[in-house]
């Protein structure tokens, strides 16, 4: 499975962004899904992770407390397509932010994963 993940930039404080991550040479359906990010000079960290199941048409997720409530992960099986979906973003969420796949849920929120994208820059100005 290769991973392409864009949509980084620079956005404002309490703004919004969408950050997307399209697969190729395998479907995206059969694999549990989630973002990482490493900010500056950090280790690479947690940001959230749903589930999949044969004609499941709900996921379980799973967040890191940090983003709870601002941040989403989703899926468009139909398009090879995950996306995480960033609202009132804040300074701190600055970072690089990875995609990747696995799976299962555990497997891909411990990092236990074998795909993982480039990464796409997010940089957010207070």
């Known amino acids: 499975v290769q991973l392409q993940a864009s949509g980084g930039g620079l956005v404002q404080a309490g703004g919004s962004l969408r950050l997307s991550c399209t697969t190729s040479g395998s479907a995206l359906d059969g694999y549990a899904i989630g973002w990482f990010r490493q900010p500056p000079g950090k280790e690479r960290e947690f940001v959230g992770a749903i589930s999949w199941s044969p004609g499941a048409t709900s996921y379980t997720d799973s967040y890191a407390d940090s983003v709870k409530g601002r941040f989403t992960v989703s899926r468009d099986n139909t398009k090879n397509t995950m996306y995480l979906q960033m609202n009132k973003v804040k300074p701190e969420d600055t970072a690089v932010y990875y995609c990747?796949?696995?799976?299962?849920?555990?497997?891909?929120?411990?990092?236990?994963?074998?795909?993982w994208g480039q990464g796409t820059l997010v940089t957010v100005s207070s």
């Open positions: 990747t796949a696995g799976s299962t849920l555990y497997t891909v929120a411990s990092a236990k994963t074998r795909y």
